[in-house]
């Protein structure tokens, strides 16, 4: 079992940086090859992958994030970032961090989910 908590989140101005947090308790990213990634769902909407990193390394992205966002993570905290640079208010959404072995891009591939982290951009 993997327990995931996501931090980070908030009301920011259009074209700020933030950076959200996930934190695993239970088992390790690592140890069981868990590909982690992040969603997002905004009001309204379908949720939406957002950007994912294999166990390996290799990191996928939603082309509306590409080039602003980025994935890592840190083996030893057992933690996974997303930064994310110059926000856009259709960035507004609800993030959520998920693992699952051998997942990539789509939701249903992912076993484990976190309660969600609230991100606002204004305008």
């Known amino acids: 079992q993997v327990q995931l908590v996501e931090s980070g989140g908030g009301l920011v101005q259009a074209g700020v940086s933030l950076r959200l947090s996930c934190a695993a308790s239970?088992?390790?990213?690592?140890?069981?090859?868990?590909?982690v990634g992040w969603f997002r769902q905004a009001p309204g909407k379908e949720r939406e992958f957002v950007a994912a990193?294999?166990?390996?390394?290799?990191?996928y992205y939603a082309d509306s994030v590409k080039g602003r966002f980025t994935i890592s993570r840190d083996n030893a905290k057992n933690t996974v970032y997303l930064q994310m640079n110059s926000l856009k208010p259709e960035d507004t959404a609800v993030y959520y961090c998920?693992?699952?072995?051998?997942?990539?891009?789509?939701?249903?591939?992912?076993?484990?989910w976190g309660q969600g982290t609230q991100v606002t951009v204004s305008s």
């Open positions: 990193m294999r166990s390996g390394g290799s990191t």
């Open positions: 998920a693992a699952g072995r051998g997942a990539t891009i789509l939701s249903h591939q992912y076993n484990y």
């Open positions: 239970g088992r390790t990213f690592s140890s069981y090859a868990y590909t």
